[in-house]
């Protein structure tokens, strides 16, 4: 940790931390969409985290400082509600509330936080901020929570107290993440298995294209997908699935006039996904990366064509992928929208990949994309650390 930030607590607390948590964000090579639909996903962790550093108070005070806004919020924690104007601050409040709801005894605390995780750009910086909190808040509190629970107690405050709908991946794979693995969960069963996949030792690197397009249909049309998948899901049903994990294309084409155009394209994306994240996980176990990386163009193909939730600078991404030489594979990732996307790349070939897609988003007058070359980090952790002047 940067040693300032102890120093940092102390001047606006005027009291010493007592814990440091972190959790990273994600990316998902394969599976999109598929985590609400009990389906099958592959992320990995991220090296870019978010912190938090803390202590107990002898009140019922919350005071949380975002050092990167450089904001306050206070809050009783015996009376929390929503925040309208910092929108951060009801992750922490999240936590706080369902760990309330769980009946843990909780009490004030001064906290910190800070992150590296870019905002609103879909590598989940929102689990990242619920995970460290939820991590730190058990060791600083004495509650004992197997992971499992953490990341369904962090997914259940973004669903019911921020208010986003979303599936369990990105907060399973923030506490369960691993260096240098990919993490295969089923999300019916909740089984999982980590798979290496050392990029450096393979002479490959991932680097996200953050296209900077602000995800404004990301919350509504989300939603929509889901009741659309569901509902097709239950047509399915009725001729036999069980769930979309057993259901076969055969089985989807012969329910194609029960379903409608709309859901069957979603059923579609659903269930070739699940075939292709089974299908990754193999080429993985292979090191077949060339294998691994048309899958994740045929996943973008799935996403923009039948699931619909990709725009005109995300297949750019994969417009540009496609015929790159040195580029494996590239896909949108996370919910779409805008956000980010993924591309496999030989090593030698990111700086040229990276100046061909930064020309042809000028020449179509997208916003400046950023880039992020990533390595697969660690899930969520406490960290020893400093005072100043020693605890
Ligand atoms: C967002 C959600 C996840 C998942 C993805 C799409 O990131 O938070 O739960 O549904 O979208 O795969």
Redesign the pocket.
């Known amino acids: 940790m940067d040693a300032l930030k102890a120093n940092t607590f102390l001047r606006i607390f005027q009291s010493r931390a007592e814990i440091l948590s972190s959790a990273p964000g994600r990316i998902?090579l394969i599976g999109?969409?598929?985590?609400?639909n009990k389906g099958y996903v592959l992320p990995a962790a991220i090296h870019l985290r978010t912190c938090f550093l803390a202590a107990a108070r002898a009140d019922n005070e919350v005071h949380i400082w975002a050092d990167n806004f450089h904001e306050e919020e206070a809050f009783d924690q015996e009376a929390i509600v929503a925040s309208e104007q910092r929108r951060w601050a009801n992750y922490v409040k999240g936590i706080f509330w369902v760990l309330k709801q769980e009946g843990h005894r909780l009490g004030g605390i001064n906290a910190m936080i800070w992150g590296e995780v870019p905002l609103e750009s879909g590598l989940?910086s929102s689990a990242a901020l619920e995970v460290s909190v939820i991590k730190g808040l058990c060791a600083l509190l004495h509650i004992d929570l197997p992971a499992l629970k953490m990341a369904q107690l962090a997914q259940r405050a973004e669903n019911d107290f921020v208010g986003v709908k979303?599936?369990?991946?990105?907060q399973f794979i923030s506490v369960f993440g691993r260096k240098d693995s990919a993490l295969f969960l089923d999300c019916e069963t909740l089984d999982y298995a980590y798979y290496p996949l050392n990029l450096e030792k393979a002479g490959l690197a991932i680097v996200v294209y953050d296209t900077k397009v602000h995800r404004k249909l990301a919350s509504s049309e989300y939603n929509k997908r889901r009741q659309e998948a569901s509902h097709a899901l239950e047509v399915l049903k009725t001729k036999g699935a069980r769930s979309y994990k057993d259901a076969t294309t055969a089985l989807l084409e012969s329910s194609r006039g029960e379903l409608g155009a709309v859901p069957y394209k979603r059923a579609r994306h659903v269930i070739t996904e699940n075939e292709r994240v089974l299908k990754a996980v193999g080429a993985l176990q292979k090191d077949d990366f060339s294998g691994l990386g048309g899958l994740l163009f045929q996943s973008h193909e799935s996403l923009r064509d039948d699931y619909e939730v990709s725009c005109p600078e995300l297949n750019l991404l994969y417009d540009v992928g496609k015929e790159f030489p040195g580029c494996l594979g590239a896909r949108l990732v996370?919910?779409g929208f805008g956000g980010s996307g993924i591309a496999l790349l030989e090593k030698r070939a990111r700086e040229g990949f990276r100046k061909r897609m930064l020309a042809e988003a000028e020449k179509r007058g997208f916003p400046g994309p950023e880039f992020h070359e990533i390595a697969i980090g660690q899930g969520a952790e406490l960290t020893p650390f400093n005072n100043p002047g020693g605890s």
Request: aromatic share 8%; net charge negative; with cysteine.
């Open positions: 998902n999109e969409h598929t985590d609400y989940s979303c599936g369990l991946m990105d996370g919910a």
